[in-house]
């Protein structure tokens, strides 16, 4: 391996081990990329290193959320009738539209992170913006939804009551009450379905608005050019980020929307 | 040449001509703001430093007070009330805003990418954040403190914190909650580091096993403190707006709590135990003039004791309503877990046969560290047999054990760590008279203070009381009286290691010729660490190849 | 030049700075619409199954069928199938430490009802 001569002249045989980060951009030019980062010894090894702390810092929330998880699980096997009809409270068609909306967002991201990949400035700009108005559509959508749990009294607390589930209201199109009535003490305990429905819907929630406001931001960026010549980091990485909150969603949707979606009469 | 017989292996710069070299990280930049906004990993170190200090003295100042309590039988000092805000605060600001952080966040910060051969860690604006969360989780804990404190214990035992006390629980919730984001950042920053920048030749065999152990700690911080996170979250929540989530008169059970509550902090005792035993490793391999006996153990241990460490939790649940199988699992598996630690004591003790030991103060509390932790640690083994348990659980004997595990151990490793690496961090040697007779005074006090204790606890006084019968007066004076000698041996630490940055001998680069990365170079390091990025092509704790190189150092012009 | 000698880096076994050199594999577009697909089709799937009477077969596939969405986006939307062995190892230790939690806690909840003992 011959020794390789830099531009002073002085033979620098540690070249071979660590080459200087080498992007060539559309002239065929070298070019020190400005976000090089001087304790990484090559731009390969800081892509490298903040992928790996954005997957540990992901690892943390999965901790974060199996909390929550467990909880659902144990309350869940515990309260299993009182779990069945407050699921069949929440909307289906809303829930499985939010999820068809999150995976859209998702493909976008990941499309973007593409476009960031082969340079293509536009391209980039117009995915991220696709990607965060789903993530607003699909907030929007949950807005709607805790709305509808607010005017029927479902919000854990002072105003929860469990009248409807003591006294299910009959149908007017079949004549008879969908769901069978509980006794009152498995009705109180739709209360902790409840309140881990907007635990976790609202964690979730609270990331995604995280989300949202870091795609703004990287919007901008991108729109400066800031991805376009080969710094694709944290576009990538905050793809990690996002198709995470998206995965988590995946496994919330048929959780709590779908315990029992065919009561017995 | 021939070197005299000595019983110090220091090895100082001739102190009329040497002068602490004239650019390192202290002076390359001057001005608050240079410290406050800086991201080298050596000065968020002494930020740590600084910081935990403090706590450690309110924390200790609250340790007295629950000794002054107890000195008599009556419950004649403060109200029931306010001495369970004592020792609530004690195990709070000692855990979380000393303990945990103490080697990783001071000694970790400043080593490892030294130790490696790195430039830096591998995200320093995170590692700021870090010190930043851990000051805010600090002021916010202040704020519990000064608005009128919390009572709980440091457990947030439910339904107790959530439904029975009307003392300042989120707060103290919150500020532990942002603690803990400190601790998870400087884990996740550990863990890259280690994995992506080390120097060429430098491969994971070759690493100094201070580096292994604080690598252990780092998955444990990362995987285990966002459960504690979560269940802050719900407690809080359950304090807000009364959801049932642990509430058994809605269904909830207080033992979830528990569960995960003890998931984060059974692992937290080993975040707080591995990076001191990786500490001992230093100092006794360097104490000795040896290479720490069976390495790969050693590393491997480190590792087996993080993944082992989260299989055991529930045996702090033994008497609190968890069904008898789970508890006949969780003892066997809590057998197993001590293997690893007693793997390291008796690696470090053949380190020590035939080696050439000297008794400088770090290898004092090396020592020290040694004894007290094995008693701590075979207590533990009492504690983890279901039998036992039963009688000892919530007695003094708990307190006993988790003190000498805690202090007798991790804290005389934190000392010995910075005394060891003192001379590295400042250029300055601490006078070494002093600080042999501050560690023995620790371990006298140490002992007086906590070995009854376990008498107390065995005969049946319960923890968190703060009356007591007549009959255990004597054990309690004679711990209250420990405890006072136990406060000067740490107080002298402050004053002479604060008189030796002015005072104290100029240390140069290897005063204690260790080996170690750290040791070639300057002392204080020059802000980048290194002039050259090195080329490791030696093992660890190569004294033959130190030798040799001290051998062919130039030391004289001409 | 200095790329070819990256390249040579990816071989050298003693090489640290850069020790698994990840190829840097593209994920096409196409593969992103087949992946968008997959994921569409199985919350279409998941939704009609649970109208169906399946008895505890219900949650079971459910979970199943987001498990095998979650793993997909994993491999592919996170591009996880054409990392370094450290990275699919670090998603391995996520999961196996939340199996732990959930596991080693539900063996309380499950043990408790039985015997008297």
């Known amino acids: 391996m011959a020794n390789s001569i830099t531009s002073t002249g002085h033979v620098d045989h540690l070249e071979k081990l660590m080459p200087h980060e080498s992007i060539i951009n559309d002239e065929g030019e070298h070019v020190v990329l400005p976000q090089h980062r001087h304790h990484f010894e090559t731009a390969e090894q800081q892509r490298e290193a903040g992928s790996f702390g954005m997957w540990l810092f992901l690892l943390t929330e999965i901790m974060f959320f199996g909390g929550l998880f467990f909880a659902y699980l144990l309350y869940r096997n515990w309260y299993y009738p009182a779990f069945a009809v407050a699921s069949n409270q929440l909307n289906v068609p809303e829930g499985a539209a939010n999820t068809a909306i999150l995976i859209t967002s998702g493909f976008f991201m990941a499309l973007g992170v593409w476009a960031a990949e082969v340079r293509k400035k536009k391209l980039l700009v117009l995915m991220l913006v696709f990607t965060t108005i789903f993530g607003v559509a699909f907030l929007g959508v949950k807005a709607d939804e805790y709305h509808e749990k607010y005017e029927k009294h479902h919000i854990p607390g002072a105003s929860f009551s469990t009248s409807m589930f003591t006294n299910p209201p009959v149908n007017p199109k079949t004549g008879k009450p969908d769901e069978l009535p509980l006794a009152p003490d498995m009705a109180q305990h739709t209360e902790i379905f409840f309140f881990l429905y907007f635990a976790m819907t609202g964690m979730h929630a609270f990331h995604m608005i995280i989300g949202i406001v870091l795609l703004f931001w990287l919007t901008w960026r991108a729109h400066r050019g800031e991805f376009s010549s080969g710094y694709v980091a944290p576009i990538e990485n905050f793809g990690l980020y996002w198709h995470f909150v998206d995965i988590v969603w995946l496994f919330l949707f048929p959780l709590l929307y779908l315990i029992n979606r065919h009561p017995i009469h | ?558 | 030049m200095a790329h070819e000698v990256s390249h040579d880096q990816a071989h050298d076994p003693s090489n640290v700075t850069n020790p698994e050199h990840a190829e840097h594999h593209i994920v096409t577009p196409i593969q992103y619409c087949l992946v968008f697909a997959t994921l569409l089709v199985g919350t279409a799937i998941t939704v009609a199954a649970a109208y169906v009477n399946m008895g505890a077969f219900n949650p079971v596939i459910a979970l199943a069928i987001a498990c095998t969405k979650a793993v997909i986006v994993i491999l592919f939307f996170m591009h996880v199938k054409y990392q370094s062995r450290l990275i699919k190892l670090t998603v391995g230790a996520g999961f196996f430490a939340f199996i732990i939690l959930v596991t080693m806690t539900l063996l309380d909840y499950i043990s408790r009802a039985w015997g008297m003992w």
């Open chain 2, 1 to 558: 040449m021939s070197t005299p017989i000595t019983h110090t292996i220091v090895n100082l710069p001739d102190q009329a001509t040497a002068r602490i070299p004239k650019r390192n990280y202290i002076n390359n930049e001057h001005g608050l703001l240079s410290w406050l906004l800086t991201g080298d990993h050596k000065r968020i170190a002494i930020l740590y430093l600084i910081s935990i200090t403090f706590f450690f003295f309110i924390g200790g100042a609250f340790a007295g007070l629950i000794r002054l309590e107890l000195l008599t039988p009556a419950p004649d000092l403060v109200s029931s009330d306010t001495y369970n805000k004592f020792f609530t605060m004690h195990g709070i600001i000692m855990i979380f805003l000393f303990l945990v952080p103490s080697v990783p966040a001071t000694l970790g910060n400043f080593l490892i990418p030294i130790m490696i051969g790195a430039k830096d860690l591998a995200f320093p604006k995170i590692n700021l954040l870090s010190w930043y969360l851990y000051v805010i989780g600090g002021i916010l804990t202040l704020a519990a403190l000064v608005l009128g404190g919390v009572d709980t214990g440091w457990t947030f035992t439910t339904p107790l914190s959530t439904h029975y006390l009307n003392t300042h629980v989120i707060t103290a919730a919150t500020a532990i909650f942002i603690a803990g984001f400190a601790s998870i950042f400087t884990g996740l920053n550990f863990i890259v580091t280690i994995h992506r920048m080390r120097a060429p030749g430098m491969t994971w065999f070759r690493m100094p096993l201070f580096v292994w152990s604080n690598y252990a700690a780092s998955i444990l911080m990362v995987l285990g403190t966002p459960v504690l996170a979560i269940t802050l979250v719900l407690v809080a929540l359950e304090r807000l707006i009364g959801i049932g989530v642990f509430d058994p008169t809605k269904g909830g059970d207080p033992l979830l709590f528990q569960h995960l509550f003890w998931f984060y902090s059974h692992p937290a005792v080993y975040i707080m135990i591995l990076p001191g035993m990786g500490v001992i490793s230093e100092v006794i391999s360097t104490f000795s003039r040896k290479r720490v006996f069976g390495y790969t153990a050693v590393a491997f241990s480190s590792v087996a004791i993080a993944l082992f460490g989260f299989f055991v939790w529930a045996h702090h649940m033994f008497i609190m309503g968890v069904s008898n199988y789970s508890a006949l699992v969780f003892s066997l598996l809590t057998m197993l877990v001590a293997v690893p630690s007693a793997i390291k004591i008796f690696n470090w003790a053949f380190t020590l046969q035939k080696g050439s030991i000297t008794f400088e103060t770090p290898m004092l509390y090396a020592f020290a560290f040694i004894g007290l932790f094995t008693i701590g640690g075979l207590t533990g083994i009492f504690l983890g047999s279901l039998g036992m348990d039963i009688h000892l659980t919530e007695t003094y004997f708990i307190v006993a054990h988790f003190h000498y595990v805690m202090v007798g151990g991790m804290l005389m490793a934190f000392l010995a760590g910075i005394h060891f690496w003192w001379p590295k961090m400042t250029g300055r040697m601490y006078p070494e008279s002093l600080s042999k007779l501050s560690a023995v005074t620790s371990f006298i006090g140490f002992n007086l203070t906590f070995m009854p204790q376990f008498i107390l606890g065995y005969l049946g006084m319960p923890r968190r009381y703060h009356a007591y019968p007549a009959e255990y007066q004597v054990l309690n004076v004679l711990s209250t009286a420990g405890a006072t000698v136990l406060g000067v041996g740490f107080m002298l630490p402050l004053l002479y290691l604060g008189w030796s940055l002015k005072y104290g001998a100029i240390a140069g680069n290897n005063p204690w010729q260790a080996t170690g990365l750290e040791w070639q170079i300057q002392s204080p390091p020059l802000t980048e660490n290194f002039t050259e990025i090195p080329i490791i092509d030696y093992e660890a704790y190569d004294y033959e190849w130190l030798e040799k190189k001290q051998r062919e150092e130039v030391t004289t012009v001409g």
